[in-house]
């Protein structure tokens, strides 16, 4: 079965330092994609970033880049510049299966 | 462009009922999926539509169920409701079928509640 972990359920940084969330998959799959979603206090979930496994280059999407790790099977998410509004649950995903989320708390 | 609605966007219900959630995707988006969020067990996928046929589906018994109609807008029906289906429902819209590699658009979700 494909399986996606989150091992960190809580992470916290510093207004402007820089923070990174881990992730595993498991799939037998050889071409897929993988996603971060951001999902706020009570607001909706938005998707952070996506990468497709078969792309060499990782993804960025301004602050937002990741490590895709493909032989390890590791897709970490790295937040540069942290701001309060990047407070919310993180939550990676793959072939439908979301990991169990990592809350990151912003400290001013 | 309006973004995902569902709708109620919560509801209480006692076990033995059933309910039905509606979920209206983004203009122009054939995909809707359903997930089930709760704290123990996280975010669940339950089921994928697209041109109101069902697509994917997750491990969940057939007290589950869904449809989507021409217009795209889906609902979920839960049956004979159990303490455990008290949850989040998230209903999520995307351009096209195949919820592993497109970009999923979410809604704000219908917290139900089974007493």
């Known amino acids: 079965a494909q399986t996606v972990t989150q091992s960190q359920p809580e992470m916290s940084v510093q207004e402007a330092e820089t923070v990174t969330l881990s992730c595993t998959y498991d799939t037998s799959e050889s071409d897929y994609y993988l996603f971060w979603y951001k999902q706020p206090p009570s607001r909706q979930m938005i998707l952070v970033i996506r990468q497709e496994a078969y792309k060499q280059q990782n993804a960025t999407e301004n602050r937002f880049s990741v490590n895709f790790q493909k032989a390890a099977k590791s897709f970490s998410l790295k937040i540069s510049d942290s701001q309060l509004g990047d407070a919310a649950m993180y939550f990676c995903a793959s072939h439908m299966r979301f990991g169990a989320g990592t809350r990151l708390t912003v400290k001013p | 462009k309006a973004g995902v609605t569902q709708t109620p966007r919560y509801l209480i219900k006692t076990r033995g009922q059933q309910v039905t959630l509606s979920c209206s995707p983004i203009s122009g988006h054939r995909s809707v999926s359903w997930y089930q969020q709760t704290p123990g067990q996280g975010l669940q996928f339950l089921f994928e539509y697209f041109s109101e046929t069902q697509r994917n589906k997750g491990n969940f018994p057939g007290r589950f169920s869904g449809r989507q109609f021409s217009n795209s807008r889906s609902e979920m029906n839960v049956s004979t409701l159990e303490l455990g289906d008290s949850a989040l429902y998230l209903c999520?819209?995307?351009?096209?079928?195949?919820?592993?590699?497109?970009?999923?658009?979410f809604g704000p979700g219908t917290r139900l509640t089974v007493l």
């Open positions: 999520a819209s995307s351009l096209y079928s195949g919820i592993s590699y497109n970009e999923q658009f």
